[in-house]
């Protein structure tokens, strides 16, 4: 049976999954279905890797459907699995969900649980004695067909390569966004969304350093195509400072794929490099509000959001962007 979570009036998060019980690092799908009128926007977040005890395998676009009765279901399937036995519970996820007249609320999904069962079973636990090793009779026919199976299959690979480095060259791959704005219009109607939750005010700060933080990550893997979500903050330092030292080289390398920039938008200029230690800075920050056990000042979680606008309205994509970030490095350094 699905678990519900009432979370406003004519709103309801139901989570359920495909089986309760599995073996270890079989994959399990969790459905995470809200019910609620037509017309309402709900946001789910991107999920980490290693969320909670659980490893996300894979984490399907959202979808909403029409149920009848003036109500639509938005539908998200998530792909879990967990290499350790026993009892498992699968974290909570704050949901965001905006309504006909524009407010936002957020609140989180209600606790789900699965079992993970040993591949052993008790015979196994006795330990056996190994067969003795058993002698196959090999034809002189068999040597030919192994002769046959690695000459196809070095055919194969020199086909592939030949076909890889084509398409490669044709630098023609076409991908379809999800939402076709630009990152710093996503990144900053997120932001305003964020701040109208209030979530600070309820005592809730770490939901609303979650929230900060996976947006801005979000709008660094969107700007300049690396995978910050899934990223240390140091690592995401590193990833920085080489777009900044590719600047006039006119290479990159993006999840271990090398491809050769055509936009220079995807690297940070020297005035970009300057930011560095901000956009550090605030991921620390987002970091120590979501881990550390700790309360901040109400105004402090708000401070992170008006950081985030600030780094986003600095790095966004302009026409202009080359010419106005050399013009703001002389202005710095007169």
């Keep these: 049976m699905p678990v519900y979570a009432q979370v406003a009036e004519g709103v309801n998060i139901a989570i359920t999954a495909d089986k309760t019980e599995v073996t270890v690092g079989d994959p399990v799908q969790l459905t995470v279905e809200i019910t609620h009128p037509t017309g309402y926007l709900v946001i789910l977040p991107k999920l980490p890797r290693e969320w909670g005890e ?74 056996h004695d190994l067969k003795p090793q058993a002698s196959l009779p090999i034809s002189r026919w068999w040597w030919g067909v192994v002769a046959l199976a690695i000459l196809s299959m070095g055919a194969l690979a020199w086909w592939l390569k030949r076909k890889f480095y084509k398409i490669r060259n044709q630098k023609s791959e076409v991908q379809s966004p999800l939402d076709p704005r630009p990152p710093h219009q996503i990144a900053l109607e997120e932001l305003a969304q964020i701040k109208q939750l209030a979530l600070p005010e309820q005592g809730r700060f770490k939901e609303h350093y979650i929230l900060v933080a996976d947006c801005f990550r979000t709008y660094l893997d969107r700007r300049y195509q690396i995978p910050a979500m899934d990223l240390t903050t140091s690592e995401i330092k590193k990833k920085l400072e080489k777009r900044s030292k590719q600047y006039e080289v006119g290479s990159r390398e993006y999840e271990g794929r090398s491809t050769e920039i055509t936009h220079s938008s995807l690297l940070l200029t020297p005035y970009s490099l300057l930011l560095i230690p901000k956009i550090v800075k605030l991921l620390n920050e987002c970091d120590l509000g979501k881990f550390a056990k700790f309360t901040p000042e109400i105004q402090e979680a708000y401070q992170v959001i008006e950081q985030s606008r600030l780094l986003v309205e600095e790095t966004k994509e302009t026409a202009s962007t080359a010419p106005n970030e050399q013009a703001n490095i002389h202005s710095r350094q007169s």
Excluded: C, W
């Excluded at 459907?65 to 998200?76: D, P």
């Excluded at 969900?97 to 999904?109: N, P, T, Y």
């Design 54 to 127: 659980v490893k996300v395998r894979a984490q399907a676009t959202p979808e909403t459907v029409a149920s009848g009765n003036g109500n639509e279901i938005t539908r998200q399937r998530i792909t879990v699995s967990r290499f350790m036995t026993g009892t498992v519970e699968v974290p909570t996820m704050t949901i965001v969900i905006k309504d006909a007249h524009g407010q936002s609320f957020g609140k989180v999904s209600p606790p789900f649980s699965f079992t993970v069962l040993s591949v052993l079973t008790p015979d196994d636990a006795e330990l």
